[in-house]
């Protein structure tokens, strides 16, 4: 991940003091062993992105036989606000707590990209790997989702004392982060400090990420026969090219460096035509922006949008007509940046710190859930588990990682 600063750092409503340990004495050491099994069980059962039932009912499971009362868990209904008709919302999970202190939320995401379908997870050593070679894992984010049940597990299990604790397991984060984006505040109990567990080292502490803009752009030529009469027809798939090379050339495409500002852009998706004698009739393409600097993104934006209705103007048939463009745009995430004196961010620091590790702040070119608890007042800072190629089908789980991320955890939850 990418180490340049947004410009907008996330002011922080409470001070560093709230981070001290609530509990006081030595801090326990939660069941590794315990915690291992717990994590092959929960990456056999498939939850790809809107079909996360299984697997909510799962953690339910485990939940319930550890003693977790049942007015204590709630479903909440984020999947019918998603773009994809999801079967489940978030899991809530509020315990009230047994010391005084700010209310301690510690969050995963539930789903699974499709390549892990089908996952079989074997140990290998201390690695964790799918059997079947042409599946991913789905370690992201199974291994956060087993660092904060067990986090759960130990409190209520052991009857340790601890501040307020709410456990996030969201819904739809690898297409859209829409579980964290239709979370309400209210109903996590609106917590003072917030944890994130996803993917990475675990010494590597997430304080902050870019913004992502996507848009959908729809051209509209038209067709006339490629032999007979190509110059009756309006190419769309001309209208893409020249906007494309528009863009590379003036430096508005990949990494984008310009007055200071950095950024990026991607033409990541294009359909178009039917064959190679017809001039092409429509074109559709999906392109991002990135950037740590919402106004500077906006300009990236608008640099694409004039891109493409730019080249619209520039191929014309015989007729002196030209084509049309259609750009429809959604915000994905807003960048965000915690200060330092973050109280998630300085107790995530010392809890690292306190089991061995250097710990390392970095700023995320990618969105995560946390980007829009920012945006919902819960200010989140992330942390590793130990994944490793994610999203691939060499995709691994480090059970040494995993299970320092679940001491780390606990020391977050009950403190000392």
């Not at 989702?145 to 709410?166: F, N």
């Not at 740590?292 to 694409?304: E, N, Q």
């Not at 807003?334 to 998630?344: I, M, N, T, V």
């Not at 819960?378 to 480090?398: A, F, N, R, S, Y």
Request: charged share 20%.
């Amino acid at each position: 991940m990418a180490t340049s600063k947004p410009s907008r750092p996330v002011k922080s409503k409470s001070t560093a003091a709230s981070v001290r340990q609530p509990a006081g004495g030595a801090v326990p050491t939660p069941d590794l062993a315990a915690a291992r099994k717990l994590v092959l069980d929960l990456l056999a059962i498939p939850g790809v992105s809107g079909d996360e039932k299984a697997i909510a009912e799962r953690i339910v499971h485990h939940l319930k036989a550890a003693g977790c009362p049942a007015s204590a868990i709630h479903f909440d209904n984020a999947h019918t606000k998603t773009p994809i008709k999801g079967n489940v919302g978030n899991l809530i999970v509020k315990l009230p707590g047994t010391v005084p202190g700010p209310r301690r939320l510690f969050m995963a995401h539930m789903d699974t990209v499709p390549v892990c379908v089908g996952a079989k997870p074997v140990v290998a050593g201390r690695y964790v790997k799918s059997a079947d070679p042409t599946t991913g894992l789905g370690a992201d984010d199974r291994g956060g989702i087993g660092v904060v049940l067990t986090t759960a597990l130990e409190v209520l299990r052991r009857g340790l004392p601890c501040p307020p604790l709410t456990f996030l397991f969201g819904i739809q984060e690898e297409v859209g982060l829409y579980g964290a984006r239709y979370v309400s505040a209210a109903d996590l109990g609106k917590p003072g400090l917030a944890f994130n567990f996803d993917g990475g080292a675990v010494e590597k502490i997430t304080v902050g990420a870019t913004g992502g803009y996507r848009m959908d752009v729809a051209i509209e030529g038209m067709p006339s026969h490629a032999g007979v009469a190509p110059e009756k027809g309006i190419s769309a798939i001309a209208i893409a090219a020249l906007a494309v090379a528009d863009l590379v050339e003036h430096g508005w495409h990949g990494l984008i460096e310009k007055e200071g500002k950095r950024g990026t852009s991607n033409v990541g998706v294009i359909h178009s035509g039917a064959a190679t004698n017809v001039v092409a009739e429509s074109a559709h393409l999906r392109v991002e922006a990135r950037s740590h600097d919402s106004a500077f993104r906006k300009k990236i934006v608008k640099a694409i949008e004039t891109a493409f209705k730019d080249a619209a103007k520039r191929v014309k048939n015989a007729a002196g007509k030209c084509g049309k463009v259609v750009c429809d745009g959604h915000l994905d995430y807003e960048a965000f940046r915690l200060g330092d004196d973050e109280p998630c961010v300085v107790a995530a620091i010392e809890a690292v710190r306190a089991v061995g590790l250097k710990p390392r702040t970095e700023v995320s070119n990618g969105g995560l859930d946390a980007n829009w608890m920012a945006v919902n007042g819960v200010p989140t800072v992330t942390l590793g588990c130990g994944q490793m190629e994610i999203h691939t089908t060499k995709e691994q789980l480090d059970l040494e990682a995993y299970e320092t991320a679940c001491t780390v955890a606990l020391r977050l939850a009950v403190g000392g």
